[in-house]
């Protein structure tokens, strides 16, 4: 797996002038060299966007919709092959890697559908006032324009996937930058493509530093950005380009509630495995990772007791080995950045119940008690195996505690109660609550985002396509309704 990768330039491959390595975070071992565009060729991929915007618009409907069925069924042929790819580009264990081609897969099949379905057009008799007598209102959407789908390394192929697949579901040119530390997952995506009948021009993967980033957010020939990364990065780009339509799905400190109704053991055994699990499926590298436990103090200790052990039994190791269940982080600076902020707050008073310790780019699950309100843990996101554990004096305050972060995109509330589950519904800050799980369930056809410093707007394939166009009305006049 150590191939030379050449980028996608409207739809053929090319290469440039420089290129970089991509390691495995596990070993170091090289997994591929990729190809670096130059301006010219940036600019170019630009300009060939550009100039098939109309014809990609108006490609009919079942030619969009058999590329992005064509797409998923590639994608399920080449499972095996790509997740492998995943794990030793990102590090990410094999049976989540395989989850993710799944995933990717199911996203261009929804993609395909909504196709299918996308612009029906809505008709409105405008005769309901005297003057809007023999009127009728056709409402369609159309594209805004030429995307620019900026993608992370933590889901290499399904964030990619989340970009692509509704642009072309509704006929919108993309130019996809993926992460530096994950291309080559888009590039094969690209090969893929390059199998269907899309108009050339209509999608470039190209695989610029990240410090080449600006000049394609302020370009003003690519009106729709679609950005997934860190709230930092992501505020930056909306506050520079104020008046472009800007998707940003940033970061998060997702926290699972357990409430006292929650009690029996098969109840608390549940919500430990589920915690445990998702604190720490992607090495934490998850937005909606579980970061904070809040338990209501009647089950805090049997839950916390539970935790400790499903943690403990976690396997680690190579992400290679279908047995491991937490990998490394994706690089060994990440890995560092995390020890950093556990031993602050272990300096500052938290109690370390178990993990703690760092070996390379690797971070052992570590779960954290007591800690401290200022520290980073607390406050950030920690895109870490790292859980932080706090107790609560009845919902009041455990649903204070969740609304106590600047961030909100998701939140998980173990709980029987209905009432309680809709209660979370009407007063959490989150852009979604799951209830009786931990709250990194994501499913393809629901709304995905948050409020606050978690981002704006919501991916998801039918409320991307949403994003990516806006609505057009035509009266017809004269008609006798």
């Known amino acids: 797996m150590t ?9 053929r491959q090319e290469s440039g002038t420089e290129s970089f390595e991509v390691h495995n975070p ?11 565009p130059t301006e010219a060729q940036v600019e170019e991929a630009v ?20 590329a992005l069925d064509h797409v998923s069924r590639r994608l ?81 192929m399904n964030l990619v996937a989340h970009k692509v697949a509704p642009a072309i579901a509704v006929g919108a040119p993309i130019i996809l930058k993926p992460a530096p530390a994950t291309p080559i997952s888009a590039l094969i995506l690209g090969e893929i493509l390059a199998e269907t009948d899309l108009p050339a021009g209509s999608w470039s993967v190209l695989p610029v530093s990240n410090d080449r980033m600006p000049a394609l957010v302020q370009d003003k020939r690519l009106p729709v950005i679609s950005f997934t990364g860190s709230d930092k990065v992501g505020y930056q780009i909306i506050d520079s380009v ?32 589920r915690i445990a699990t998702f604190a720490n499926y992607q090495g934490g ?16 200790e049997r839950l916390v007791e539970k935790v400790v052990a499903q943690v ?13 269940d937490v990998g490394p982080l994706v690089n060994e600076d990440a890995a560092k950045r995390v020890e950093s902020w556990v031993d602050e707050a272990v300096a500052a008073g938290a109690q370390l119940l178990a993990g703690g310790k760092r070996d390379g780019a690797a971070y052992a699950p570590t779960i954290l008690g007591d800690v401290p309100a200022h520290v980073r843990v607390a406050t950030e996101e920690v895109f870490g ?7 609560a004096e009845g919902t009041d305050a455990a649903f204070a505690q969740v609304n106590d972060s600047k961030y909100g995109l998701q939140v998980g509330v173990f709980t029987h109660d209905i009432q309680t589950a809709f209660r979370a519904h009407r007063e959490l800050e989150v852009g979604g609550v799951i209830v009786g799980d931990a709250p990194s369930y994501r499913a393809d056809q629901m709304p995905y985002g948050g409020v606050k410093d978690s981002g704006v707007g919501r991916e998801g394939v039918a409320y991307a396509m949403g994003d990516y166009t806006y609505e057009r009305v035509m009266v017809l006049t004269g008609l006798a309704l």
């Not at 300009?47 to 058999?66: N, S």
């Not at 403990?312 to 491991?324: F, I």
């Open 242 to 273: 104020p008046r472009k339509h800007v998707t940003l799905e940033l970061g998060g400190n997702a926290a699972a509630v357990v409430l006292d109704d929650w009690s029996s053991e098969a109840d608390l055994d549940w919500a430990a495995s």
């Open 76 to 156: 399920t042929e080449r499972g095996e092959e790509l997740a492998r790819l995943i794990t030793a580009e990102n590090g990410k264990p094999i049976k989540w890697a395989r989850g993710e081609i799944g995933r990717a897969a199911s996203v261009f099949r929804w993609a395909a559908e909504e196709a299918r379905r996308f612009n029906s057009g809505e008709g409105q008799r405008l005769d309901t006032d005297a003057g809007g007598t023999g009127r009728l209102a056709i409402t369609r959407r159309f594209p805004r324009g030429v995307v620019l789908g900026i993608a992370p390394f933590n889901f290499p």
């Open 285 to 300: 590298q998850s937005c909606i990772s579980v970061q904070r436990v809040v338990a209501d103090t009647s089950v805090y």
């Open 3 to 11: 191939s030379t990768y050449a980028f996608w330039l409207a739809g």
């Open 385 to 391: 195996p790292v859980l932080t554990l706090h107790r």
């Open 47 to 66: 300009a060939a966007a550009v100039a098939v915007q109309d014809e990609f618009a108006a490609t009919p409907a079942y030619v969009r919709a058999a």
């Open 26 to 36: 596990w070993d170091n071992s090289l997994v591929g060299t990729v190809s670096v």
């Open 312 to 324: 403990g039994a976690q396997v680690t190791g190579d992400p290679a080995d279908d047995a491991v």
